[in-house]
Structures are given as C-alpha cells and as structure tokens.
T-cell receptor, first 113, second 109 residues
Framework: DAGVIQSPRHEVTEMGQEVTLRCKPISGHDYLFWYRQTMMRGLELLIYFNNNVPIDDSGMPEDRFSAKMPNASFSTLKIQPSEPRDSAVYFC???????????FGSGTRLTVV | GQSLEQPSEVTAVEGAIVQINCTYQTSGFYGLSWYQQHDGGAPTFLSYNALDGLEETGRFSSFLSRSDSYGYLLLQELQMKDSASYFCAVRDLGYKLSFGAGTTVTVRA
C-alpha cells in the first residue's frame, strides 16, 4: 500500500498563475478530502468527495478554487489565478466507508510570490 | 458549526505523562478523533471515540464524555519522538472532520 500520493511536494509560482495540485487516494477508499493548513487558520477542510461526487464544498474559499475527481484514483485541486494568501500546505486525505481515521498524503507546500 | 478548544503548548520530561484536553461545541457530533503531526509531516491518525469512555492503544489513550462535550488524549511514558503537534477533531453526520488548533508537545530529556 503506497498510501495517499500527492504531487508536487513543493510548488513555487507567481501571483496570477494557475496552480494544479494532484492526489491519488488509497485504492478502495471511497472518501477523499482536501485540507489546507496555515499557521493562522490551522487545518481547514476545503472540499470532500464520496464515490467521486463532491459532497461538501463549503470550505472552498472562493471561485478561484475548484476541485475535481474524474475517477476513483485521481483528484485535482486547482487555483486560478493564484494569490500570495493562497500560500499554505495543501493535504489530501482518504478514508473507506465505516472507518473514521483518515490517511493523509505528505502534502503540497505552495508558495505564491 | 464546530468549535474546539485545546491548549496551545505542553512541555514535559521523558518518561512523564501528559494529558491534552479538548472541549468542543458542535451542531452535530458523531465522534472525537486525535491526530499527531510532526514538523513538516502529515497528520497521522491516533484514535477515535464515538462512545463515552477510555480507549487505550499502547502508550496513548483517549477519553470521551459526550455529556460534558469533552475529551482528552493521554500520552504515557513520554519519549523524545512524541514531540509533535496533537490535534483533536470532531466528526459530523457525514465524514467531515473539523480540527482544533493543535497542541504542541515538547519532550525534554
């Protein structure tokens, strides 16, 4: 089991550019979550999917953020255009139904300059 | 919405016992979880309590009192590797987890 795989590990981009973060959940896990972590706001849930369907996107900060899950093994979080305040560590996590411990990926550290 | 309170920092010596308290206010409660996060790492799941009482997993135990909206994580026989941040999190009817701000535990020799 390779765990939850996120790419890239680090991303530095200029303000205004489009950023795409990627996540491969653990096979068989039907829940997928995107979290953002900053010193000021802690761990915030952005959006989560069940069986590839978005269930709750109330944490997505604004229209610049979008997330997709085209199949059970892949999800993306896109920021367009990026702003310096988007700088954070973005975590993807997955869980199977009936198990209440998430497995987190290693995260993507995003820096927008 | 969800609101969780936990201490920001705790310091203890190797071999000691540390208790991290967590109080919560929530519109819907289906369980309290604890996660550990080392600097630069990902949160890792430690425990989950859906019912009142104590759950023990090795050196770590977690307790829940739903009537008091309160739980704690107990770290026993502290080791240097236990230096990390610890987060409590509440689950709602779905699978949504809301995290507390975290408690930084520093273990000293």
């Amino acid at each position: 089991d390779a765990g939850v795989i996120q790419s890239p590990r680090h991303e530095v981009t200029e303000m205004g550019q489009e950023v795409t973060l990627r996540c491969k959940p653990i096979s068989g896990h039907d829940y997928l979550f995107w979290y953002r972590q900053t010193m000021m706001r802690g761990l915030e849930l952005l959006i989560y999917f069940n069986n590839n369907v978005p269930i709750d996107d109330s944490g997505m900060p604004e229209d610049r953020f979008s997330a997709k899950m085209p199949n059970a093994s892949f999800s993306t979080l896109k920021i367009q255009p990026s702003e310096p305040r988007d700088s954070a560590v973005y975590f993807c996590a997955s869980s199977p139904t009936g198990v209440f411990g998430y497995t987190f990926g290693s995260g993507t550290r995003l820096t927008v300059v | 919405g969800q609101s969780l309170e936990q201490p920001s920092e705790v310091t203890a010596v190797e071999g000691a016992i540390v208790q991290i308290n967590c109080t919560y206010q929530t519109s819907g409660f289906y369980g309290l979880s604890w996660y550990q996060q080392h600097d630069g790492g990902a949160p890792t799941f430690l425990s989950y309590n859906a019912l009142d009482g104590l759950e023990e997993t090795g050196r770590f135990s977690s307790f829940l009192s739903r009537s008091d909206s309160y739980g704690y994580l107990l770290l026993q026989e502290l080791q240097m590797k236990d230096s990390a941040s610890y987060f409590c999190a509440v689950r709602d009817l779905g699978y949504k987890l809301s995290f507390g701000a975290g408690t930084t535990v520093t273990v000293r020799a």
